[in-house]
């Protein structure tokens, strides 16, 4: 088979190959499932009756619905992907932005979903696509990183960030 080929090609199919074999389909494959997932939550009708009932225990407050969305989005997103989780979010946030009235700006519940999701993405090794990424390279170099040191590290630094994330939310938008 090779004879039939032009020369550098052979080279050429092996160079596609290798780059093909370094591809992190795991990761991909992963972001496709669920995004997947989020699509069919949202058209369910899912996000906006999570919304009416984020809205119900938080009594429809800003303040306390701000506080909420960024320590579920911190918990949610040490514990799940932070991208996805944004995703199945933002429909909620401009879905409460209808049920807290016209006047309501929506920049406190913005600035709490990138605050909380962006830094509790820190809490686990799975909860930022970073450190799915990381992980990948640093097991194939022969220095595994594992779950639950990481975690027991990373978790309680990523509580104090959210803490101090709360405080600068609270003083400079609520």
């Not at 996805?84 to 933002?90: G, K, L, Q, S, Y």
């Not at 978790?155 to 709360?166: D, E, R, Y």
Request: glycine content about 10%; charged content about 10%; aromatic content about 10%.
């Amino acid at each position: 088979m090779r004879n039939n080929m032009p020369r550098g090609a052979h080279d050429q199919s092996k160079n596609v190959h290798k780059t093909f074999c370094e591809v992190e389909w795991i990761t991909i494959f992963f972001f496709i499932g669920l995004f997947i997932v989020v699509y069919g939550v949202e058209t369910t009708g899912l996000l906006e009756m999570l919304a009416h009932w984020v809205l119900e225990l938080t009594g429809g407050d800003l303040s306390i619905t701000a506080v909420a969305v960024m320590w579920v989005s911190a918990v949610a997103s040490a514990v799940i992907d932070n991208i996805p989780f944004v995703a199945t979010m933002i429909p909620l946030i401009e879905n409460m932005g209808g049920m807290l009235g016209e006047s309501t700006t929506l920049t406190p519940l913005w600035w709490s979903l990138a605050l909380g999701s962006c830094l509790g993405g820190n809490g686990s090794l799975i909860g930022a696509s970073a450190n799915l990424i990381v992980a990948g390279f640093a097991e194939r170099a022969g220095q595994p990183i594992r779950f639950l040191p990481f975690m027991l590290l990373a978790f309680p630094l990523m509580i104090g960030t959210i803490l101090i994330s709360t405080v600068y939310v609270y003083l400079r938008y609520l």
